[in-house]
């Protein structure tokens, strides 16, 4: 199972980026997907969730309205669009197998950092 996420970068306030995570060796289309974000010295956070047939299931509330899940199952991939990025938003991004903690599968991640 690898989970290979990408799409990270730098910033600024107000600004967008998409993260995408690549998904392969096991089959994509019968699991959730979920993001989750970790900031230094903070807990992991979950962010969002989208079920096999792409219907987001979770946001966080701190990223509602301006954070879209989706999926192509076709490509094995998930993503999430990040729009009206905040400072707050800063932190390492990876996408989770499932959608309950402990995650069996997830990847390295991707860093978002937001400057003020």
């Known amino acids: 199972v690898q989970l290979q996420a990408c799409g990270g970068g730098l910033v600024h306030t107000g600004g967008s980026l998409r993260l995408s995570c690549e998904a392969s060796g096991f089959t994509f289309t019968v699991y959730y997907m979920t993001w989750v974000r970790q900031s230094p010295g903070k807990e992991p956070e979950l962010v969002s969730q989208?079920?096999?047939?792409?219907?987001?299931?979770y946001y966080a509330d701190s990223v509602k309205g301006r954070f879209t899940i989706s999926r192509d199952n076709a490509k094995n991939t998930v993503y999430l669009q990040m729009n009206g990025l905040k400072p707050g938003d800063t932190a390492l991004y990876y996408c989770?197998?499932?959608?309950?903690?402990?995650?069996?599968?997830r990847g390295r991640g991707t860093l978002v950092t937001v400057s003020s």
């Open positions: 989770a197998r499932g959608r309950a903690t402990p995650y069996d599968y």
């Open positions: 989208i079920t096999p047939g792409g219907a987001p299931a």
